[in-house]
Nanobody, 123 residues
Framework: VQLQASGGGLVQAGDSLRLSCAASDARAFGNHMGWFRQAPGKERDFVAAIDWSGGTTYYADSVKGRFTISRDNAKNTVYLQMNSLKPEDTAVYYC?????????????????WGQGTLVTVSS
């Protein structure tokens, strides 16, 4: 397994969660890393991405101001801090690696994917 996501769970609306994604392969942790999510019956959507330095971040409009992506390159780990969670945030969250600035928001722009972690937000 090259990318291992963790931290999902069942929370109430308004709560916070922090997802982690640890890379066992440096190739999977290179350049841009991202988080995507997929709700039941829906396509996988972009959530957030971050460049290698951590100085450039990208967010979907639906999570901007509530979610924060960060990375610790010494630990080969990327994080997604999720605050003020809403029921519509319920989904399986996937981390992805190996993208670039041009493709950071695209599912097809990543060569490495984690197994997903389920986040359920109750109202």
């Amino acid at each position: 397994v090259q990318l291992q996501a963790s931290g999902g769970g069942l929370v109430q609306a308004g709560d916070s969660l922090r997802l982690s994604c640890a890379a066992s392969d440096a190739r999977a942790f290179g350049n841009h890393m991202g988080w995507f999510r997929q709700a039941p019956g829906k396509e996988r959507d972009f959530v957030a991405a971050i460049d290698w330095s951590g100085g450039t971040t990208y967010y979907a409009d639906s999570v901007k101001g509530r979610f924060t992506i960060s990375r610790d390159n010494a630990k080969n780990t990327v994080y997604l801090q999720m605050n003020s969670l809403k029921p519509e945030d319920t989904a399986v969250y996937y981390c992805a690696g190996g993208s670039s600035s041009y493709y950071a928001r695209r599912v097809g722009g990543y060569g490495y994917w984690g197994q997903g972690t389920l986040v359920t937000v109750s109202s």
